[in-house]
């Protein structure tokens, strides 16, 4: 009996090979005549802006066909994506020209990816479970892709480039923060999930006030950065008890500090939204975390040194995030705190 993954495989090569013969013929079957004529004499960058458009328009047919219960249509979908997604890697793989590694280009497609990856995790939700792995495939291409950009970012601005998407933490509109967190399985305990200990935890669980939850996670999220710089020194576990954090990677601890300033920044959204807490105390919980955040920031943009020596792209990746996650609160915050002086005057 074929496993899973030898299924998909064979699926897709069958849906590919009905295209045309190879992958020219199969984008060419995608992209109108006219665009792929025009992308064939493009330039790295404007390949990227191709692809990205073809991308996003395949992704909004996916959805309405989705949604319409249209699995021949939208199976094929989840194909044009993969090929799409292949082709781009396959292009950058072949740059060598650090201006066009360094292309703002090259950075649209990446912060583009971060979204249409959760849009199909999310999506993939809505189908019946038994054709769910059929959007795997396709995630992962995306996800080849923007580990390949990410990396050349890294590597040629040598830099971490902040830009805020549009799932940035907003208090006015009260939008939850939490994009591009991992959907676990659901056999999971939640503390597993963020990486966060046991009595962590417990101390979210019982934080009853919105200022009690986000010193709880706030202080999630510094103990990593204490842990990491800890390790960092070579310095030795000086406290009684033993160390809670001693059998957490860099990659655990980065997660950890990620999912605690997303849980900080979705509870205080939740209150304004939903009306949970008195303003001023929405207003303490904002200075708390604004606070904190202009800490965080300085001391995330101490570890690069840390990412070349390890060698780990994940951790690159789980950095680059925290840089934007920090970046994010703090402007949220700050608009949230504008906000309320404006009304209270």
């Known amino acids: 009996m ?3 993954k030898s299924v998909l495989a064979l699926f897709f090569s069958f849906m590919i090979t009905g295209l045309g013969e190879g992958e020219k013929v199969a984008l060419e079957e995608i992209l109108p005549s006219s665009t792929y004529q025009r992308y064939q004499e493009s330039d790295y960058p404007d390949q990227l802006k191709i692809l990205r458009n073809a991308i996003q328009n395949t992704n909004t047919r996916l959805k309405v066909q989705v949604s319409r219960g249209e699995q021949e249509e939208f199976l094929r979908r ?3 994506i993969k090929i799409l997604g292949d082709e ?5 793989e072949e740059v060598t020209s650090e201006k066009m590694l360094r292309h703002k280009e090259v950075k649209t497609m990446e912060i583009f990816l971060r979204k249409e990856i959760d849009f199909l995790e999310d999506l993939k939700l809505e189908v019946p479970y038994d054709i769910r792995d059929y959007f795997y495939p396709p995630k992962d291409s995306l ?3 923007r580990n390949k950009l990410f990396l050349q970012l890294f590597e040629g601005a040598r830099t971490f480039e902040t830009e805020l998407g549009s799932g940035a933490f907003s208090f006015v509109e009260g939008n939850p923060a939490a994009t591009g967190a991992a959907r676990p399985a659901p056999t999971q305990g939640l503390h597993t999930i ?5 009595e962590e935890f417990s101390s979210i669980q019982v934080a009853r006030t919105l200022k009690n939850r986000i010193k709880a996670v706030l202080k999630i999220a510094e103990d990593r950065l204490d842990e990491i710089e800890r390790r960092k020194k070579g310095e030795e ?6 160390n809670p954090l001693e059998f957490y990677t860099y990659e655990n601890l980065m997660h950890a500090y990620n999912r605690a300033l997303e849980s900080a920044m979705h509870n205080i959204d939740e209150h304004a939204e939903r009306g949970l807490s008195r303003v001023y105390e929405i207003e303490d919980a904002l200075k708390d975390l604004n606070e904190s955040c202009g800490e965080f920031q300085l001391r995330l943009s101490e570890l690069e040194p840390l990412i070349r020596e390890v060698g780990s792209l994940d951790l690159a990746m789980k950095l680059s995030q925290a840089l934007e996650y920090t970046s994010t609160a703090l402007e949220g915050t700050e608009t949230g705190l504008e906000t309320i002086k404006k009304r209270k005057n």
Do not use: G, K, N
Not at 88 to 92: E, G
Not at 194 to 198: A, K, N, Q, W
Not at 237 to 242: G, I, Q, R, T
């Open 237 to 242: 576990w000086s406290e009684d008890e033993p």
């Open 78 to 80: 989840l194909v044009e």
């Open 88 to 92: 781009a890697l396959a292009r950058s």
């Open 2 to 4: 074929l496993q899973l």
């Open 143 to 145: 996800d080849m892709l």
């Open 194 to 198: 963020d990486r966060f200990t046991e």
